[in-house]
C-alpha cells in the first residue's frame, strides 16, 4: 500500500512538472507573439507618440520573458533578452529625441538581434 503512495505521488509530481514546463512553454510563445505584434506594430507608426506606445509595450515585454525560464538553453535566451533591453536605449533616447527615423532604424537592429537569437535557440 505505501509503495503505491509513493508511485501515486511521484506520478502527480511528474505530471504537475510536464504541465508547468508546457505552460511556461506556452506562457514563452505568446509573450514572443506578443513581442513581434509590438515590433511590427511599433515599424508601422506614422508618430513618435504611436510608437512610443508599442516601444513600451515591447519592452514590458521583453522584461516579462526574461523573466520566464527557458529550458532549452536558459543562458543564451536570457543573454539575447539582455542584448534586446540594452538596444532599447537606443530606441528609448530617439523617442526622447523626437525622431520616428532614429527609433524605427534603432528598433530595427533590435529585431537583427532578436532574429539571430531565435535561430541560436531553435
Not at 39 to 68: P, V
Not at 88 to 102: F, G, T
Request: aromatic share 4%.
Amino acid at each position: 500500500m505505501i509503495q503505491r503512495l509513493r508511485q501515486f505521488s511521484g506520478l502527480l509530481i511528474l505530471t504537475s512538472l510536464l504541465a508547468t514546463s508546457h505552460a511556461n512553454a506556452n506562457e514563452i510563445k505568446n509573450v514572443m507573439k506578443d513581442m513581434k505584434h509590438a515590433m511590427r506594430d511599433a515599424m508601422d507608426s506614422t508618430s513618435i507618440a504611436e510608437f512610443s506606445k508599442y516601444a513600451n509595450q515591447l519592452q514590458n515585454d521583453a522584461s516579462m520573458a526574461d523573466k520566464m525560464q527557458y529550458h532549452r538553453n536558459q543562458a543564451v535566451y536570457h543573454k539575447g533578452l539582455l542584448q534586446m533591453q540594452a538596444q532599447m536605449d537606443a530606441v528609448n533616447q530617439a523617442v526622447r529625441a523626437n525622431d520616428l527615423n532614429a527609433a524605427k532604424s534603432a528598433l530595427q537592429k533590435i529585431n537583427i538581434t532578436k532574429k539571430q537569437y531565435h535561430h541560436l535557440l531553435h
